[in-house]
């Protein structure tokens, strides 16, 4: 079942950075929602007890998120 994330490795980070600021929050063709671009979690993170998010979220809000993404083309 697909969460809904990709993973991007740039060669540098000055490349990763330009792509955060220019996709972060952009409705890509096809799509009625805004996609987050961000850096990756730390795995070394992961151990804290941090809820996530959703837990903050409406009902509503939160179900948003539940579905796959699905590339308009069908081919990924």
């Excluded at 539940?66 to 081919?75: K, L, Q």
Aim: without cysteine.
């Amino acid at each position: 079942l697909s969460k809904g994330v990709g993973f991007i490795r740039f060669d540098q980070r000055v490349e990763a950075e330009r792509a955060i600021q220019e996709l972060n929050g952009t409705v890509p063709k096809g799509s009625t929602e805004p996609i987050t671009v961000k850096f990756a979690n730390n795995p070394s993170n992961n151990n804290k007890a941090i809820p996530p998010i959703a837990a903050y979220l409406t009902p509503q809000a939160s179900r948003r998120f539940g579905g796959p993404i699905h590339h308009p083309t069908g081919r990924f």
